[in-house]
């Protein structure tokens, strides 16, 4: 069943999760490797963070920003920290909600912003062009976000796993 030369290639659409997560950090290698040759600290996860901040132009809460990307607020979080240390962002309270905290970026993540334009309007081409190569792949990944938000994975699997499984709610 298994390539010998690909493990999780071998498996199909078993390996579902595997070859996601194998494609996401080779595009997050070559983009750090891309910042790197360019002299850049810069950390693939604080874009998204980054482009909400640009585009909202205002201070945002982390929970808002998670909530925009569909991502954790564990994510944000840890970004926004490392973010803060770089001196990309600040943070503060909000004056009408003391339980949270806004960010916003600071005048040197205002001039990386504009540093890295170009080098993400090429991110931007390469995307678009490997997305036309492999037959509008991002269509297909809607189709799965979509399909996921009709039925989660979590579901899914506990209806295929029997009650009567001898193993099933034993701790292993």
Known sequence: MSDPEDYSRGFGGEALAA???????????????VYAARGVKFEQRWYGVLRQLVERGAPMAVGEIAAILRITHVSVSEASRSMEKAGLIVSQVSAQDGRRRLIALTDEGQAMVARLGPVWDAFN??????????????????QLDDALDRRSMFDRIMDGISLDDPGYGKDM
Not at 19 to 33: F, H
Not at 125 to 142: H, I, K, N
């Open 19 to 33: 070859r996601l997560r194998r494609v996401s950090e080779r595009i997050d290698r070559d983009g750090s490797r």
């Open 125 to 142: 081409t390469a995307a678009r062009e490997l997305d036309a190569e492999v037959g509008d792949l991002v269509r297909r990944l809607d």
